[in-house]
């Protein structure tokens, strides 16, 4: 099995910045590209960031210039720091990857997509 968590959220003010963490675990033996979506109440999940193993990133038009998706390969680990937060950020984060896990075998290879709980962000003075 292979799990994905992130951290990082909470109440910040406009014009402040967050840096949101998303740790993925279990027997992984590579994590490939990964994303953040949102979910803000009453919208649907949309993709704010990917960046691919090598490190090529793409970003949301309302992102661009104020969010920056980065990654470490050896602690599995990917961030999204956010700067110049508007309250139209609020949200609640998810990450997602694709990431080849090992099967209970130890040796079969599969591809898995999971999902983080998400980590709230909220923007407001």
Do not use: H
């Not at 590579?30 to 803000?40: D, E, G, K, P, V």
């Not at 038009?61 to 110049?84: C, E, H, P, Y």
């Not at 998810?94 to 980590?119: F, K, S, V």
């Amino acid at each position: 099995q292979v799990q994905l968590v992130e951290s990082g959220g909470g109440l910040v003010q406009p014009g402040g910045s967050l840096r949101l963490s998303c740790a993925a675990s279990g027997s992984i033996f590579s994590t490939n590209a990964a994303r953040w979506y949102r979910q803000a109440p009453g919208n649907e999940r949309e993709l704010v960031a990917t960046i691919t193993r090598r490190g090529i990133t793409t970003y949301e038009d309302s992102v661009k210039g104020r969010f920056s998706i980065s990654r470490d390969n050896a602690k599995n680990t990917v961030w999204l720091q956010m700067n110049s937060l508007k309250p139209e950020d609020t949200a609640v984060y998810y990450c997602n990857a694709d990431i080849l896990g090992y099967l209970e075998d130890g040796a079969t290879l599969r591809l898995y997509t999971p999902w983080g709980p998400g980590t709230q962000v909220i923007v407001s003075s």
